[in-house]
T-cell receptor, first 112, second 116 residues
C-alpha cells in the first residue's frame, strides 16, 4: 500500500520569496513520485516527476524537487515565487501499476 | 483542444436522482481513469480502463456507481439514486502506452456534482 502526507495544508508566501512544500510518502515497493498543480477552475497539471536517475528533478515554471529515499521525502521548491504560482499543489506516488495515491494538497497563496 | 474533455462541468441534482458524466480522453490514449475529489482532499482513485476493459474498481465505488468505456474511446460514469455524500468533483484522466504504468496522467477539468 502507498500513501502520501503533505505536511502543510496552507502556505502563504510573499512574491519573490522562496517556497518549499513538504511531501513524505510510504511504500513497500519502488516508487515514482509526482507533483501536480491545480490552478483555480482548472484541471490538474503535471509539474514534475521522479521516475529514476538523478534525485534532483526540475519541472515547469522554475519548480524543482528532490527525492530522498532515506527520508522518504519529495519536497518541492521554488527560489522565487510569482503571483501566478497561487494554486493548490498535490504530491502523488505511483508504482508499477496504474494508480496514483495523492496527498491532501497544499494551498499556496502568493501575496504582493 | 486535444486534452481530456469532461461534461457536464457542473451538475446540480436532487437526492435520489441519477446522473451521468462523460469523459473523452486524449485520442491516442488507451488508459482511462476516474478519480473523485472532495473539498480539502486529494483525488481518490475510483476505477481504471485499459481500452474497453474495466480492470479495477475501488471499494469507494459502491453498487450505485457504474462506469463504462464502450469501444475503448469515451467513458461514462453513472451514479444512481444519488446521495448528498456523492457531492464531489469527478475527475477523468488518461494516459498513453508507457505512461500509465508510471502514473503520468493527463487530467480533465472535472465534473462537479452537487446533490441537494
Amino acid at each position: 500500500a502507498q500513501s502520501v502526507t503533505q505536511l502543510d495544508s496552507q502556505v502563504p508566501v510573499f512574491e519573490e520569496a522562496p517556497v518549499e512544500l513538504r511531501c513524505n510518502y510510504s511504500s513497500s515497493v519502488s516508487v515514482y513520485l509526482f507533483w501536480y498543480v491545480q490552478y483555480p477552475n482548472q484541471g490538474l497539471q503535471l509539474l514534475l516527476k521522479y521516475l529514476s536517475g538523478s534525485t534532483l528533478v526540475k519541472g515547469i515554471n522554475g519548480f524543482e524537487a528532490e527525492f530522498n529515499k532515506s527520508q522518504t521525502s519529495f519536497h518541492l521548491r521554488k527560489p522565487s515565487v510569482h503571483i501566478s504560482d497561487t494554486a493548490e499543489y498535490f504530491c502523488a506516488v505511483g508504482s508499477n501499476d496504474y494508480k496514483l495515491s495523492f496527498g491532501a494538497g497544499t494551498t499556496v497563496t502568493v501575496r504582493a | 483542444d486535444t486534452g481530456v474533455s469532461q461534461n457536464p462541468r457542473h451538475k446540480i441534482t436532487k437526492r435520489g436522482q441519477n446522473v451521468t458524466f462523460r469523459c473523452d480522453p486524449i485520442s491516442e490514449h488507451n488508459r482511462l481513469y476516474w478519480y473523485r475529489q472532495t473539498l480539502g482532499q486529494g483525488p481518490e482513485f475510483l476505477t481504471y480502463f485499459q481500452n474497453e476493459a474495466q480492470l479495477e474498481k475501488s471499494r469507494l465505488l459502491s453498487d450505485r456507481f457504474s462506469a463504462e468505456r464502450p469501444k475503448g474511446s469515451f467513458s461514462t460514469l453513472e451514479i444512481q439514486r444519488t446521495e448528498q455524500g456523492d457531492s464531489a468533483m469527478y475527475l477523468c484522466a488518461s494516459s498513453g502506452p508507457g505512461q500509465g504504468s508510471t502514473g503520468e496522467l493527463f487530467f480533465g477539468e472535472g465534473s462537479r456534482l452537487t446533490v441537494l
